[in-house]
């Protein structure tokens, strides 16, 4: 029997036209009879690497006897010159977590996956401690079980106060060994209160490795840091479809003005990827 938390992330593929782009992390989250795709806001665009695509690839299962078939799904990234994925912002800048709502008709009836809801979602915050087990889902540097087309996980601590704002941006600090294309994974914490369907709370979405800025990298070994936003951002990202009213928020806002830097300069050092 497969593990459900294996079936609620994909493998996503970004391209240009018919040019493959990079690889990375998305999973599913459900609200209110809607689907949506979760991914890091870098993997669908990202300015400061010039990582423009215009639509993304989702490998799903098809067959429940069968995990070695699978299906692509293609999603455009633009409709009528506008981007069709929501993100976020607040008084530090962008979120770098973007949704995207798949059309459920559009998907077979047989397609087999399992998907986060907002009662997967961490409600007291007092409840998770620093130092607390997780998991990050993924697929790092593409690495996954190519004949079952699933992901693997990778064990995480908490390494910052969960609950506060880390250097006044919208993520927490895990410590972990993650890679490139882990980008957009769910990070998650065991939870016996949810049921056996799906025992795990959804607390953040892996965005990228820390380091500092000025290390010596002759000497000093890299942090082993990473950041994951916090997945509450998820009830705001989709209230619009859920709600069905229509939103600008697939429009990428201006960035707001970037909170001081502190004395201690942190970088994300694996970019989008």
């Known amino acids: 029997m497969i593990e459900s938390l294996l079936l609620t992330t994909a493998q996503v593929s970004t391209f240009d036209g018919t040019r493959r782009l990079i690889c990375a992390c998305g999973f599913f989250f459900e609200r209110d009879g809607h689907v949506f795709l979760v991914t890091s806001r870098p993997v669908v665009i990202d300015k400061p690497s010039r990582h423009f695509s215009n639509r993304i690839q989702i ?17 455009p990234l633009y409709q009528d ?30 397609v087999l996956l399992r998907s986060f809801t907002p009662a997967h979602l961490q409600g007291s915050l007092q409840e998770v ?39 006044g941006q919208g993520y927490f600090l895990t410590d ?12 998650v914490m065991r939870s016996a209160v949810m049921g056996a369907e799906l025992p795990w709370k959804l607390l953040g979405v892996h965005s990228a490795r820390i380091d500092m800025g000025g290390r010596d990298q002759q000497r000093d070994e890299s942090l082993g840091l990473n950041c ?10 989709t209230a619009a479809a859920a709600s069905g009213r229509s939103s600008n928020q697939s429009q990428a806002p201006d960035p707001s003005p970037r909170a001081p830097e502190t004395a201690n300069k ?8």
């Open 228 to 237: 994951a936003w916090y997945a509450d951002i998820l009830l705001t990202l």
């Open 176 to 187: 972990a060994r993650t890679h490139r294309s882990t980008s957009g994974a769910p990070v």
């Open 266 to 273: 942190i970088r994300l050092c694996s970019g989008p990827f």
């Open 129 to 167: 401690e620093v130092g607390s087990s997780l998991l990050v889902v993924g697929f790092p540097l593409g690495f996954h079980d190519t004949l079952h087309h699933l992901p693997v996980v990778r064990q995480a601590v908490i390494a910052s106060s969960f609950g506060l704002c880390f250097q």
């Open 81 to 110: 010159g506008m981007s069709v994925w929501h993100q976020g912002s607040d008084a530090a800048g962008e979120i770098d977590v973007a949704v995207i709502e798949l059309e459920r008709a559009a998907l077979p009836k047989s």
């Open 59 to 75: 490998e799903f299962h098809n067959d429940a006897q069968d995990l070695a078939r699978t299906m692509v799904f293609s999603v």
